[in-house]
């Protein structure tokens, strides 16, 4: 499918735009233009980084449901397509570009107060990353456990009081809910 | 629950009985029983539908609050199995946060759910100490001074969410132990509680009590289907700095929903009233206790001699 609009994209620059598809497509971002993989790193503290196979995830999900309206791709949320139904391509694509790392700055908080913005109950990048990740991990089989995705630092060791900083009597620690 | 609301009536129909009543209804309690609390509090909207029981912020609660260390790892889900007296988890005195498993039949995942205090905007705990060890700050936090608490665990009793736990290690200089909202190093300074900071699904967030409730609103009407019409915390006992939003009927999350709308205060403002009194009149009351009691004892040797014959012929 992927390789079937690049080829009506080419043959649109070829023949200067008289075809019949939709703008839609035609201004959607291909996912071939993403990156295979990419560090998510910016909060690494008390689990090392991920990976992101960014590819892989493209066969399970589509751009729209992680991207919501900045692909191109029409939007999948109601809320959203309320303003951003017939959106064009947004240069800022990355997650970190719209969910702040820093979601509790000052500068942040007001931003917030400010009641124009639908923007308003917008979750910062940890909660961006993994409200949307668990849930879809949830119906799609995928890792749901913390350490399946990121493995504790010796940071998180000491903030869990696991590993070699488990209290003397629960070394047996059970990670199964 | 029963229990507590006769032992509160108890204290209430108890001290109210006494002569001191009448004249101390003094204007302050009447005034109270109109703030609602300050305009500018912060709150936390917990959303339970988001929760999925990593106790991040347990940990993190742990380490803020420098408290010692868990009997369990933060990482080890057995805890959530662990039953007390026949209770889930409740907060207590090394720890001032706990989250429970509920297993809902309806709800194919199990759902989860952080226990703390409230921070109540007119805090049953606060009205009801008779030292004034509570504050409630402008800020929204529910703060105690331990310096003044006598150890009466008229607080425990008090509050309607069975917060406040003691430290029992000295008795002599007892110690209340609650959430305190990260008030000393945290919200003071307009941050978020450790807890709130830790939480990698938003299912905490942090805004002022006003903000909060508008966020909850917003969450219930754009999802149609998803949470129950309801912000618990938003009326219960007066309003609650912690409000949450829940996908199924709060009572199956294990909050109380028969609590009144009105603060707790109202119950005990009458008990409040007479507090000076009380503890000049103490003395002299528990004296009075004291010979009655003796006497009644007296009276009761008495009888018993008069009875012994009675009763030999009875058996
Ligand atoms: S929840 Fe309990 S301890 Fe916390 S403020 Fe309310 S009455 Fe006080
Ligand atoms: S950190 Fe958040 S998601 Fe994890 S248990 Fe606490 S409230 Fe739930």
């Known amino acids: 499918m992927q390789t079937g609009k690049k080829f009506l994209k080419t043959a649109l620059a070829i023949t200067l735009g008289v075809t019949i598809i939709s703008p839609n497509t035609l201004l959607a971002m291909a996912a071939e233009d993403a990156p295979e993989t990419i560090t998510i790193d910016s909060m690494a503290n008390l689990y090392t980084s991920v990976e992101f196979n960014h590819e892989m995830h493209t066969e399970y999900a589509s751009c729209q449901e992680c991207h919501h309206h900045t692909t191109g791709a029409i939007v999948a949320a109601p809320n959203c397509a309320r303003c951003h139904h017939n959106h064009d391509e947004n240069d800022i694509v990355s997650c970190s570009g719209c969910h702040v790392a820093n979601r509790f700055s000052e500068k942040y908080l007001v931003t917030l107060e400010k009641p124009e913005l639908f923007h308003i109950d917008k979750p910062g990048l940890l909660g961006a990353y993994h409200l949307n990740c668990i849930s879809c991990h949830e119906v799609t089989s995928g890792p749901t456990g913390c350490q399946e995705c990121h493995t504790m630092t010796e940071a998180g060791e000491k903030r869990f009081d696991t590993g070699p900083f488990s209290p003397k009597a629960g070394k047996n620690v059970s990670e199964k809910h | ?315």
Not at chain 2, 268 to 286: N, Q, R, S
């Open chain 2, 1 to 315: 629950m029963k229990n507590l609301f006769s032992r509160r009536n108890f204290l209430k129909g108890g001290l109210a009985s006494t002569a001191a009543v009448a004249v101390l209804k003094n204007k302050e309690s009447d005034a109270s029983g109109d703030f609602t609390g300050y305009p500018d509090g912060m709150g936390v909207l917990v959303d339970l539908t988001r929760c999925v029981g990593c106790r991040s912020c347990e940990a993190a609660c742990n380490k803020e609050q420098s408290l010692p260390e868990p009997d369990k790892p933060f990482n080890d889900f057995s805890v959530f199995d662990e039953l007390h007296h026949g209770q889930k988890r409740r907060p207590d005195e090394k720890s001032y946060t706990v989250v429970n498993r509920y297993d809902v039949p309806e709800i194919d995942h199990p759902l989860f759910r952080k226990i703390q205090c409230n921070h109540c905007q007119e805090p049953a705990c606060l009205t009801s100490c008779f030292v004034n060890a509570y504050t409630k700050t402008p800020e929204g936090a529910v703060i105690y001074n331990v310096d003044v608490c006598v150890g009466c665990r008229t607080c425990m009793i008090a509050c309607p969410f069975y917060i406040p736990a003691f430290k029992y290690s000295s008795a002599f200089d007892p110690s209340i132990m609650k959430c305190i909202f990260c008030y000393d190093t945290r919200l003071k300074e307009g941050k978020p509680p450790a807890c709130v900071e830790a939480c990698p699904q938003e299912a905490l967030s942090f805004a002022k009590r006003t903000d909060c409730i508008e966020v909850g609103r917003q969450r219930i009407r754009q999802n149609p289907g998803k949470y129950v019409d309801h912000i618990y915390g938003e009326h219960e006992v007066g309003g609650t700095a912690w409000m949450y939003l829940s996908g199924v009927s709060f009572d199956k999350m294990g909050f109380d929903i028969h609590l009144p709308k009105e603060p707790i205060l109202n119950f005990v403002k009458d008990f409040l009233a007479i507090v000076p009194m009380v503890l000049t009149i103490w003395p002299g009351l528990f004296v009075g206790f004291h010979l009655l009691a003796t006497r009644k004892e007296e009276n009761k040797k008495h009888t018993i001699e008069q009875n012994t014959d009675e009763k030999e012929e009875q058996v």
